[in-house]
């Protein structure tokens, strides 16, 4: 099986140029307009290389069918899909793809910011690229790798299903969203109009890895209410919740219990938005753990340590809110271990060593396999996500384009 390289190359290129950055604090679906100009770029190609009932819906999900060619009556309708939008962490505007061609190990310094320098002593997997084409941004921005090296590979291995109707698969759905990155990337798929009984996305990292395993994960907001006062006669009077909201942030561990402090299986709660004035301030977090009783733990930990400290200012009260994000894929994974155990075949089959992980994250799958979907997560090979210094091997692209071919037949062979 050849991936055509330079084809790919050029389609991802040309897609991560398109601005598709998503926008956490809007409440509009998608969240950006923009994310549509992507949206319709695919629609257009994928209606160019012949698939039927292509439709990019008002939200911004872009929907494609490749009809079965097997004469077999039995085979789930599968799912390959990726998102369109790039994070809001590293501005996604203006992105300068770069090719670098047969990387020969030594440091790569990005034009636009010479401060941005990517090496092998800071990025390890570099030293496996070395006599391969890697693609950089060019240092002002964010690559965009993820996901539109998902949207790529997927858009290539449909090229290579359309021109080889020798081979024998299903029915293939395919699925582009919007709004992963801010959390609303499932909200608003149709899943009747899908059509599809198990899937896959294509949102992962090293070539060969295999992901079952996402974090649980919630939000958290602690709303405080102090006791407001002129300030010019506000003795004895004002307790500012504000102030308070600070004690909380600073009782929280410096050692442990944090993003920048855990790894592994270890969950963490994480501040990530202070608002208010003095009469009322909001503190919110994201919680998360591999196990929904680690949620709770979690939960039960902050609450009991903000109301001790609202507790030594009198007259303050304070609510604590939690609510549901999404949960671990592996508990509906389990149900269905045939998708995990064909995805890593078809990985084999393309030559690689399959290496299941856990995500410290989650994707659209983590959501879709509790909405009927069963759907684990395959590599692309993005590097430094969400960052200046992102970047992808186009080698494990091809790989990963190759993976969703085999899956396409596995499926049909194994039906």
Not at 123 to 130: C, V, W
Not at 276 to 296: C, N, Q, W, Y
Not at 386 to 398: A, L, N, T
Request: hydrophobic share 35%; with cysteine.
């Amino acid at each position: 099986m050849t991936i055509n390289e330079q084809e790919l190359t050029e389609r991802f290129m040309r897609y991560l140029k398109v601005d598709t950055q998503s926008d956490p604090l809007s409440n509009n679906y998608p969240t950006t307009e923009k994310q549509k100009d992507l949206g319709k770029i695919l629609s257009a190609e994928l209606k160019a290389m012949g698939l039927n009932a292509v439709e990019l819906d008002a939200f911004g999900y872009v929907y494609a069918n490749i009809p079965s060619t097997s004469g077999k009556k039995n085979i789930p309708a599968i799912c390959f899909c990726s998102h369109v939008d790039t994070a809001p962490d590293c501005s996604g505007t203006n992105v300068k793809p770069l090719l670098h061609k047969s990387y020969n190990g030594e440091d790569i310094v990005l034009p636009d910011d010479t401060s941005q320098v990517l090496n092998v002593r800071d990025s390890p997997y570099l030293s496996t690229q070395i006599g391969n084409n890697i693609i950089t941004a060019s240092g002002n921005t964010l690559l965009g790798g993820d996901d539109k090296a998902g949207v790529a590979v997927i858009m290539q291995a449909v090229q290579y299903l359309v021109q080889h109707p020798e081979l024998k698969h299903g029915d293939i759905k395919i699925l582009f969203t919007p709004d992963e990155e801010v959390g609303k990337g499932t909200a608003k798929i149709d899943m009747k109009r899908l059509g599809a009984e198990f899937g896959y996305t294509l949102d992962g990292g090293e070539a060969g890895c295999l992901e079952d395993e996402t974090f649980s994960a919630d939000a958290a907001t602690i709303i405080i209410h102090g006791v407001i006062a002129h300030p010019g006669y506000a003795k004895d009077k004002l307790v500012n919740a504000i102030k308070i909201a600070g004690d909380i942030l600073d009782a929280l561990p410096k050692t442990e219990w944090s993003p920048e402090t855990t790894e592994g299986r270890a969950g963490f709660v994480h501040p990530v938005a202070v608002n208010g004035i003095a009469e009322k301030a909001t503190i919110s977090f994201i919680v998360r753990d591999f196990t929904t009783a680690g949620l709770t733990e979690h939960h039960s930990r902050l609450k009991n340590l903000a109301l001790e400290i609202v507790a030594k200012y009198p007259g303050t009260t304070m609510e604590y809110v939690q609510q549901e994000q999404y949960r671990n894929m592996k508990e509906v994974l389990d149900k269905h271990p045939q998708v995990v155990a064909y995805a890593a075949e078809a990985i084999k089959r393309s030559g690689l060593d399959v290496k299941t992980e856990s995500i410290r994250g989650g994707t659209d799958g983590s959501r879709l396999s509790y909405m009927g979907l069963p759907c684990p997560n395959i590599f692309t090979g993005m590097q430094n996500i969400h960052s200046k210094q992102e970047w992808i091997g186009v080698k494990d692209m091809m790989k990963a384009a190759e993976t969703i071919v085999h899956l396409c037949m596995i499926w049909e062979e194994k039906s």
